[in-house]
């Protein structure tokens, strides 16, 4: 069974920084490329970054780029989004997603979701 | 940058056909993936590359793309069909979603 279960979010000050992880099971993580989305509470859906099966290209949406890096660790089944400069506006749950990047298929497993809230 | 335009709401009645809109430049030119999101819970693809299920998802899901304009439609509507949905599509290699659509069943 595919399981995403990510880990991290919490309450931090405006410009503080937060690491989430995404722990992944039941398939080969590996082989997929990974996504991190996010939603703030009540709003739409929202796009951050994704990487590549080995790390090699990264993807970013404008407003993150330069404060937010995604990684991951194949050896650990692992996914990872590195926050820093935090702002208001970063406050929303971060979704981990299985992606189908080749073929655009999308995304077909979604972890629950961590919670993020930058405010002082 | 790419956008995609759903409209806010549509509301059905049960046992009716619902369908939402999702509009974009050269749209059809893309493949469109469609999510259902229910109160609380993470959003579950229901449609890939514009027509096609994952499994477990009944048919009564479908998907159009054509033109500017790709449609989400469900047949038969009950009222466990009552979220959020969003179309979302790739553009280069970044991933843009609509703004949602809040299905009503009543």
């Known amino acids: 069974e595919v399981q995403l279960v990510e880990s991290g979010g919490g309450l931090v000050q405006p410009g503080g920084s937060l690491r989430l992880s995404c722990a992944a099971s039941g398939f080969t993580f590996s082989s997929y490329w990974m996504t991190w989305v996010r939603q703030a509470p009540g709003k739409g859906l929202e796009w951050v970054a994704n990487i590549k099966q080995d790390g090699s290209e990264k993807y970013y949406v404008d407003s993150v780029k330069g404060r937010f890096t995604i990684s991951r660790d194949n050896a650990k089944n692992s996914l990872y989004l590195q926050m820093n400069s935090l702002r208001a506006e970063d406050t929303a749950f971060y979704y981990c997603?299985?992606?189908?990047?080749?073929?655009?298929?999308?995304?077909?497993?979604w972890g629950q979701g961590t919670l993020v809230t930058v405010s002082s | 940058s790419y956008e995609l335009t759903q409209p806010p709401s549509v509301s059905v009645s049960p046992g009716q056909a619902a369908s939402i809109t999702c509009s974009g430049y050269k749209l059809g030119n893309k493949y469109v993936c469609w999510y259902q999101q229910k109160p609380g819970q993470s959003p579950l693809l229901v449609i890939y590359?514009?027509?096609k299920r994952p499994s477990g998802i009944p048919e009564r899901f479908s998907g159009s793309n054509s033109g500017n304009t790709a449609t989400l439609t469900i047949s038969g509507t009950q009222a466990m069909d009552e979220a959020d949905y969003y179309c979302?599509?790739?553009?280069?290699?970044?991933?843009?979603f609509g703004g949602g659509t809040k299905l009503t069943v009543l």
């Open positions: 590359q514009d027509t």
């Open positions: 979302q599509a790739w553009d280069s290699s970044t991933v843009v």
């Open positions: 997603a299985r992606t189908h990047y080749y073929d655009n298929s999308g995304f077909d497993y």
